[in-house]
């Protein structure tokens, strides 16, 4: 058989003669010879051997329980298959064809050791190993889940998700640290990188556009810890946000002039707060003619208009050269006849040139930043410019935000796990040192339904002559934000 070791044959035979013992019910006096790799101390009496009395409502699904003895069966068939098959064969094969290949081995292990499962639960099995040999092992339906924003792996044996802004932790786990670092290397081999002892923190993609995260040991102590962001196919659009709840259809209304009428804006929020959502959401609001440029450190954005440049930071190489940093793109941007400059997420020096790109021409231009208040965002914009070197005065530097930037949008993940954009803050100029905002619109929270979920509304602050009014009046849009800001304002 292909893809098998040429020792094949005596390979099974040994098996063969080693674990003629049901797998299912594993005892201290198993042979030694037939469990190779570290064997799991043996387990209570199997669920698999209650699988002959179907008919018992009390047989528990091997499969479905997740429980040890599942893996217990799983880790057994497993070292059998890596034992039995040739892996630098296997990787040669297309994948429908190594999973034909798996398939009849782990079939033939099956009969050999006389587990006893089910059609259903030997197919969920086979599943598991495939994507052990062939995936992302036990993080495979994870990812294919379309409803989880985050999964957290923190070591082999806790993995947690977050599903509708709540994190909860799964059954999933992995064979050991030993296979999560494998899967983690995998990962981060196919953008170029690697991670190891010496070089323990790595930032990846997946194919699918997920933006990944591995910190290993000795840096985590309890095992590797990888942290993906899921990647949305259907990304949120503003009427999405309004349906949920994240903002009023009136408070949107506003975003919507805020967008058109090429107000420069800073979304600001905290760790996935839903700035990024926000951001792509704004984008909507760019005329197809625009010629837009995108800088993001892991492409998130999906801008819909025919003429955007999508440009993506790049990490040092393994020598620890070669970063082309966030300034480094927006600075070039600058040479690229941009009309409006996106920038995923501002943490450093860039601050300066995106504000200068702002400030010069580049109107509608927007980024997002951490921050947990539109206050806190334009002192991070102060001290980014400052520790980026830029010996200037603070007077000036607060001069330079207020002239580039029109729009704070603050968003935030709120204790019920619910995303809310909370705040609309338009920043009018310097009072002495100091930079002035106005709010137009905040979020009230005004009490707690019975399941925990925060009751509130967005309310308008009285506003109605917001600073950028001469701007959307330029845009013939003044009716509209006028009538938006009446209806907040009620
Ligand atoms: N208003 C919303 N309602 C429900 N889900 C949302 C909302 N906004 C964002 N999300 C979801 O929350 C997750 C995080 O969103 P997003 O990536 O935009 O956050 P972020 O603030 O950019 O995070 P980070 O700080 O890690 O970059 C995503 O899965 C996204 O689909
Ligand atoms: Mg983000």
């Keep these: 058989m292909f893809g098998k070791r040429s020792v094949s044959e005596p390979a099974v035979g040994k098996l063969a003669a080693a674990a003629r013992e049901p797998v299912a019910a594993p005892r201290a006096a198993q042979p030694a010879a037939a469990q190779p790799a570290a064997q799991p101390a043996p387990a209570a009496p199997s669920s698999a051997q209650a699988a002959p009395q179907a008919s018992k409502p009390a047989a528990r699904s091997v499969v479905d329980t997740r429980s040890e003895d599942y893996y217990q069966i799983k880790s057994t068939i497993f070292t059998a298959l890596i034992d039995t098959i040739d892996l630098a064969q296997l990787a040669q094969l297309d ?41 992302y092992g036990p993080l495979e339906p994870l990812l294919a889940r379309d409803d989880i924003a985050d999964i957290m792996v923190n070591g082999a044996n806790r993995v947690f998700i977050e599903v509708q802004g709540k994190v909860q932790l799964t059954n999933i786990r992995f064979r050991d640290n030993a296979q999560l ?22 930032d990846a993609r997946l194919l699918d ?23 949305k196919k259907d990304k949120l659009k503003l009427e999405d946000l309004v349906k949920f709840g994240s903002i009023s259809p009136d408070a949107a209304r506003v975003l919507q002039v805020i967008g058109r009428c090429r107000c420069n804006i800073l979304i600001s929020g905290g760790t996935g707060s839903g700035k990024t959502t926000l951001l792509n959401c704004m984008t909507a609001y760019i005329d197809t003619e625009e010629r837009v440029i995108t800088c993001e450190d892991a492409a998130e954005l999906q801008l819909q208009q025919p003429h955007v440049v999508r440009l993506e930071t790049r990490p040092p190489n393994l020598e620890g050269q070669g970063t082309i940093s ?61 520790m980026g070197g830029f010996s200037l005065p603070m007077k000036t530097i607060r001069e330079m935000i207020v002239g580039s930037i029109d729009i704070i949008i603050q968003a935030e993940r709120m204790r019920d796990g619910s995303r809310r954009i909370t705040k609309i803050t338009e920043v009018i100029g310097t009072e002495g040192d100091v930079v ?50 009446d209806k907040v304002n009620q």
Aim: with cysteine; net charge negative; charged share 25%.
């Design 181 to 202: 670092m494998n899967i983690c290397q995998r990962i981060v081999s196919q953008v170029g990188r690697r991670v190891d002892e010496s070089s323990p923190i790595c």
């Design 95 to 135: 994948p429908d064809s190594a999973r034909e290949e798996i398939r009849d081995i782990v079939n033939e292990i099956i009969s050999i050791k006389a587990v006893v499962m089910s059609i259903a639960e030997q197919e969920h099995l086979l599943q598991d190993i495939c994507n052990d040999v062939l995936g």
């Design 326 to 386: 966030m300034r480094d793109l927006v600075r070039n941007c600058l040479r690229m006849r941009p009309e409006r400059i996106i920038v995923g997420e501002v943490r450093g020096p860039e601050a300066f040139d995106l504000l200068q790109a702002m400030n010069t021409g580049h109107d509608g231009s927007m980024g997002t930043l951490h921050a947990n208040s539109p206050r806190e965002a334009m002192g991070r914009l102060e001290s980014m410019i400052t």
């Design 436 to 485: 002035i905002t106005q709010d137009l619109v905040t979020y009230e929270i005004q009490g707690e339904d019975e399941a925990g979920k925060l009751r509130g509304k967005h309310v308008g602050t009285g506003v109605v002559r917001p600073n950028f009014w001469e701007r959307a009046r330029y845009y013939n849009l003044e009716k509209e934000l006028a009538d938006a800001l």
């Design 209 to 231: 556009g997920s933006r990944v995260n591995v910190i290993g040991p000795p840096l985590s102590l309890d095992g590797p810890t990888l942290t993906i962001r899921k990647f």
